[in-house]
């Protein structure tokens, strides 16, 4: 004996519908993934789109100051950052219509590689001018207490 449970989108609709009557519901909208009526791309109302470019355009600027000024060590005018900002705003939201955080969402993993690999390569570079530093001092460890430095000029 098998119980078969008829699980077709039809069904579960009129069941749904059955169901919001009994409760009271008048106006059963259903979600447009549901009902086939889903458009390929999201309607974003032109206030709403504003506000997430502004939002990634605060967090992008605010993100190339801190890279440039503090990995690179140099300061620029706040317009090169605002400008540059801005047109990747404008790309996020075009590719991502949920704005910034559809994209990071999407891609964190490959933005936290990228984000360890400049900072990586920061620690490295401020490594090696660490090391060329000790390199460039005078060899005044080859002397020790014991010879004075009348003994180095008498000597040669």
């Known amino acids: 004996m098998t119980n078969q449970i008829d699980n077709t989108p039809e069904i ?7 169901a919001a009557e009994e409760l009271g519901i008048e106006d059963v909208n259903q979600p ?3 009902t ?8 974003i109302d032109e206030a709403q789109q504003q506000a997430e470019i502004e939002a990634a355009k605060m ?5 190339l100051r801190f890279t440039v000024s ?5 300061d620029i005018d706040d317009s090169h950052y605002d400008n540059t900002a801005e ?3 404008v790309l996020i939201i075009k590719y991502f219509p949920g704005g ?3 994209l990071l969402d999407k891609y964190k993993e490959e933005l936290a590689a990228g984000t360890m690999t400049i900072l990586l390569i920061k620690a490295v570079r401020e490594a090696k001018a660490v090391k ?3 390199e460039d001092k005078p060899e005044d460890s080859n002397k020790t207490d014991n010879e004075p430095e009348a003994d180095h000029a008498t000597a040669q």
């Open 12 to 18: 579960i609709d009129s069941e749904f519908t059955a």
């Open 32 to 34: 447009e993934e549901l």
């Open 36 to 43: 086939g009526n889903a458009s390929s791309e999201p309607v």
């Open 59 to 63: 967090v992008i600027a605010s993100s």
């Open 70 to 74: 503090g990995i690179v060590k140099v």
């Open 87 to 89: 047109a990747y705003a």
């Open 100 to 102: 910034l955080f559809a």
């Open 132 to 134: 060329e530093q000790e």
